[in-house]
């Protein structure tokens, strides 16, 4: 089973393969309980040398700095809004649909859209989406430490009916429940991509016999095409307007926007100790006040699974190796190819030293704040030296938030990656060294916004690294090249791709 490469793009993500332990291992093992090999850590050194000493060196004119930070022009969309309700009442409810959604936020977050979608094609009444967790991101958090329940409700009471719990009738319905037995209220067999006449002809008969059915697995069970308009425009409203964050995540995101574009605001920490911020000095004007934000998703299971070289040596190679048979068992398919195939397909995620190459090449200089969101990176700090060298104002959730700001994101997973994708949404330009469930939640949504995005073409920058003659400016008319019309220009959804990430034409309309 393939599940990495559903969406015809590449997909790094392992995390799919967590429903394998869903309802089996109630506490799945832990992926970071491996202890690491020392040398391991050893500083990973520069895999491209040459080009990084040019590119420290790179100093950008002021109309390539003029025209990368210019917003997009309009492209003769909008988002498409619903004419004010006719407060038409809701059909009367079938029963009440559970989902059970594993993955990580942005996993979750499509499996929402869909639950409602289902709850719509059913007539029947969604109970609040139950979050799995997951084995590599462990984190506990409810639907309701996440999201904004009230505002979700809210905005779509006229779309479905959506309760928070079930009724005592029903309490018997719990994840617990479904774990222990099999019952005749869960809906396993859902197929991938399933059509909203499998719904129709599979899950109507269970509600209409009990009154409830739980499906799961739910991940990616509802297809992107063939499905009536209003469907496909309600997964639409719910990605983009239901879905709001907690209140602190939202203001801690905004602290932490307000502090990359105005950084010389003079700062209380928790004790009441008053800091100063550095002043960005930026080149007459161009990208003052602005900032891109870098998804940076390289940790460890991301890196083994990927298969890839990173130029850590043999001791990182090996423990990669053990790192993949541990977690899945000789499964990974990237692992028949060998680290050059790999590349030449462009199937490795970029390095941080490489993304920092490719923002160089594009025409980002020393001067440019950069946002990191990033959950832990494979390496630590030896493996980010290269970028921090090359854009010395990167910036983290640490570096502008005190520890007490941070206090209610600590230790979660999902929290922190809701704050990266507040922060990431109200950057100037978004880019992600690999095309995985966050990179595609943000193409979607900053396409649906009308944001500057960048799209690494990962096929041709696998290519160009491992030519190791190439001069710098070969390889900034390389990258240049080969980054054109991947800047956020509009790309229309093609068959059996994701309407999260392409939301163009289903949830747009046309601008005469
Ligand atoms: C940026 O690079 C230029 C040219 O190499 C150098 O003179 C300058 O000191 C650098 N600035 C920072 C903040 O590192
Ligand atoms: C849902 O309600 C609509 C409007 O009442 C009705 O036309 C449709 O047949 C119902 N569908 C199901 C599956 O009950
Ligand atoms: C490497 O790049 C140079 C241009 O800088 C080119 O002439 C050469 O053919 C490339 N080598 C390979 C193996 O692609």
């Known amino acids: 089973m393939n599940l990495c490469r559903h969406h015809g793009g590449l997909s790094f993500t392992p995390i799919l393969l967590s429903f394998f332990f869903f309802f089996i291992t109630p506490f799945a093992p832990s992926c970071h309980a491996t202890t690491p090999v020392l040398s391991e850590s050893n500083a990973p050194k520069l895999r491209h040398s040459r080009l990084?000493?040019?590119?420290?060196?790179?100093?950008?004119?002021?109309?390539?700095?003029?025209?990368?930070?210019?917003?997009?022009?309009?492209q003769g969309w909008k988002p498409f809004v619903?004419?004010?309700?006719?407060?038409?009442?809701?059909?009367?409810?079938?029963?009440?649909?559970?989902?059970?959604?594993?993955?990580?936020?942005?996993?979750?977050?499509?499996?929402?859209?869909?639950?409602?979608?289902?709850?719509?094609?059913?007539?029947?009444?969604?109970?609040?989406?139950?979050?799995?967790?997951?084995?590599?991101?462990?984190d506990t958090s409810l639907f309701t430490d996440i999201f904004d329940v009230d505002h979700f409700v809210n905005v779509l009471k006229d779309d479905i009916l959506i309760v928070s719990e079930l009724p005592d009738e029903y309490a018997w319905s719990t994840r617990e429940y479904y774990a222990s037995a099999i019952r005749s209220t869960r809906v396993k067999n859902a197929p991938?991509?399933?059509?909203?006449?499998?719904?129709?002809?599979?899950?109507?008969?269970?509600?209409?016999s009990y009154g409830i059915a739980a499906i799961s697995p739910f991940s990616h069970r509802l297809a992107f095409d063939n499905m009536p308009i209003e469907i496909q425009r309600l997964r639409c409203k719910v990605n983009f307007e239901a879905l709001v964050f907690v209140s602190h995540v939202r203001s801690l995101g905004e602290a932490l926007v307000s502090r990359l574009r105005y950084p010389i605001v003079e700062s209380i920490d928790a004790v009441g100790t008053k800091y100063l911020r550095q002043v960005v000095d930026t080149k007459d004007g161009h990208g003052a006040g602005k900032f891109v934000s870098l998804h940076l998703r390289f940790d460890k299971d991301m890196a083994a699974h990927s298969a890839c070289d990173f130029g850590g040596g043999k001791a990182e190679?090996?423990?990669?190796?053990?790192?993949?048979?541990?977690?899945?068992?000789?499964?990974?398919?990237?692992?028949?190819?060998?680290?050059?195939?790999?590349?030449?397909?462009?199937?490795?995620?970029?390095?941080?030293e490489e993304i920092g190459l490719l923002l160089a090449a594009l025409g980002f200089d020393n001067t440019t704040r950069l946002y990191l969101a990033s959950h832990k990176v494979y390496g630590g700090e030896a493996r980010i030296a290269a970028l921090r060298q090359l854009f010395p104002y990167m910036e983290d959730k640490k570096s502008l938030a005190s520890s007490a700001e941070r206090a209610q994101i600590n230790g979660k997973a999902s929290l922190s990656a809701a704050v990266d994708y507040y922060v990431s949404m109200h950057s100037d330009i978004f880019i992600s060294a690999s095309p995985g469930n966050m990179h595609n939640a943000?193409?979607?949504?900053?396409?649906?916004?009308?944001?500057?995005?960048?799209r690494p073409n990962m096929v041709l920058l696998g290519q160009v690294f491992m030519n190791k003659s190439m001069s710098w400016s070969d390889f900034q008319e390389a990258v240049v090249e080969g980054q054109r019309n991947r800047l956020g220009e509009i790309k229309e959804r093609k068959s059996k791709q994701s309407i999260y990430t392409y939301p163009v034409p289903d949830c747009v309309c046309q601008q005469r």
């Open 52 to 74: 990084f000493k040019n590119a420290l060196q790179h100093q950008a004119s002021n109309e390539q700095l003029s025209d990368l930070w210019m917003p997009l022009s309009n």
């Open 82 to 138: 619903e004419p004010t309700s006719t407060s038409s009442s809701l059909p009367e409810s079938s029963g009440y649909i559970q989902v059970f959604l594993d993955g990580g936020l942005n996993q979750q977050r499509m499996g929402i859209c869909d639950g409602v979608a289902v709850a719509k094609i059913l007539n029947a009444t969604l109970v609040i989406p139950y979050l799995e967790v997951n084995p590599v991101w462990q």
């Open 192 to 208: 991938l991509h399933a059509s909203a006449n499998w719904y129709l002809e599979n899950v109507s008969p269970v509600l209409e």
């Open 317 to 352: 190679k090996l423990a990669l190796a053990k790192y993949r048979q541990t977690i899945w068992q000789g499964r990974v398919m990237n692992s028949r190819f060998t680290n050059e195939e790999l590349r030449n397909q462009g199937r490795c995620p970029l390095t941080p």
């Open 442 to 454: 943000m193409v979607g949504h900053r396409t649906y916004l009308n944001l500057k995005t960048i």
